[in-house]
Each structure stands twice: as C-alpha cells, then as structure tokens.
C-alpha cells in the first residue's frame, strides 16, 4: 500500500507523462504536492522506485518512467497506463544451495507471525497486521519475542539479503552501531537497513552502493526490531 504523498506523486507524474510526453521537473512535483523542499521529492520517487512503480533512466535529463501503477489508481485515471512493457530478469536466485544453508525439516522449526513486507530499499508504510505464518529454525531464536517480515528490493543485496527473501526479527527497541534493523521512519514508515549513529544523527545505510544513506534526527527513528536470521526459498 502506497502512503498518499506516493500515490500524489505517481499520479501527478503518469498524468503529466500522458500530456506532456515527459516527466515533470523535481519543482514541479514540489509545489504540486506543497512540499518545502526537493528532498522530500527525492525521497518519494526513491520510494516509488524501490517498490516498482518506476524507475530511473540513467544519462537523460527528467529520467523517470513509470512501469505500472496501482489498481486503484488505473481504475481513477481510467485504467490508462503511460505506455511500458513487461520485464524479466533472470538469474536472481543462485544456481546452488549454500554450504551452511539447512532445511527446516531438520532444524526444529518453529512458527512465526509474517508481518507483511518490508522495503530494503527506501520505508514502505508502516506494517502492523500478520498475513501469515512461516515455519523457521528454532535455532535461529533466542530470548525474547520473534516475527518476520518479506524483503521487498535489493539495497541490502551486498549484506546477503536478497528480494523475496524472509528475514527472522527480534523484537527490541535498541541497536548497536552496524545493526541491520528495522526501523520506524518519522512514525509511519518501515525499512530494513543497518543503524549507524552520527552526531546525534542516525544514518540508514543501505549494503548496495545505487541507494544513498539516509539521515535522521534521533527522534525521527524508532528501532522496531533487530535482524537474527534469513530464510530462503530455492
């Protein structure tokens, strides 16, 4: 679910991208959605992009194209789309298991609430409701309370956490410098990123050098949860 600043956003683009043939200029967006700054542009279409809205062309001045848009919203504009073709990428799944990686069926498994999907690329809306049930390791848990959540996106692929992959979260309010954790954005919005602490600032960082670290006031991040184990469909 896309929070209403995106979905503004993602409309004010696809009409203008119908009219127009281009997109509109980061101003544009600004003062179509009565933002104080282009930074808060920047972030909505990094958001739009990390859960496959659009995407960014490289080397071409208002490089955005949209790739598709929500049900919802098709069904507003009246079902027009801005003109894409489906993709296929192969080749993100490994040809092998790892050496380390075990089966649930000999690992003693334990069920977990599923929380829904998390952004590893830029906070997707905040999650709250459990969809389903995953069976993991029981020895991936330790103290405390568990639940996991569906990666949506590749910025953490260089720390091993791919897209579509389940990650195993203690619940805990406190992280250490290098954790990957998901934290609460600004009170609505969830990301899975490691924690690092700067200044009385606290940085985002992504394990993928396409996304920008992002930074926080202190009191503009909550830690949710603390990264404990993966699981992995092959």
């Known amino acids: 679910m896309l929070t209403k600043k995106q979905l503004d956003l993602l409309e004010f683009i696809h009409v203008r991208v119908q009219r127009d043939g281009v997109p509109p200029s980061f101003e544009e ?4 959605l009565d933002l104080r700054s282009k930074s808060g542009i920047h972030r909505l279409i990094t958001a739009l992009e990390e859960r496959g809205f659009i995407q960014r062309l490289a080397h071409r001045a208002r490089a955005l194209e949209i790739v598709k848009l929500p049900e919802a919203l098709e069904a507003k504009l009246g079902g027009k789309r801005a003109g894409f073709s489906p993709r296929v990428i192969d080749g993100d799944r490994p040809d092998h298991t790892p050496p380390a990686a075990r089966t649930i069926e000999t690992a003693g498994a334990v069920e977990l609430p599923v929380m829904g999907r998390i952004a590893a690329g ?11 049930n995953v069976a993991v390791p029981g020895s991936m848990l330790g103290k405390g309370e568990h639940y996991a959540l569906e990666v949506r996106g590749d910025s953490m692929i260089n720390a091993g956490i791919n897209d579509g992959d389940v990650v195993v979260i203690r619940e805990t309010s406190v992280a250490d410098n290098g954790d990957i954790v998901v934290a609460l954005v600004e009170g609505q919005e969830a990301t899975l990123k490691t924690l690092r602490r700067q200044n009385g600032m606290i940085a985002l960082e992504a394990a993928n050098p396409a996304y920008e670290t992002r930074i926080f006031r202190d009191d503009q991040v909550k830690v949710q949860g603390r990264l404990v184990g993966l699981i992995r469909t092959y």
């Open 122 to 132: 830029v906070p997707i809306e905040a999650i709250s409701e459990v969809s389903h």
């Open 29 to 32: 967006m600004k003062d179509a």
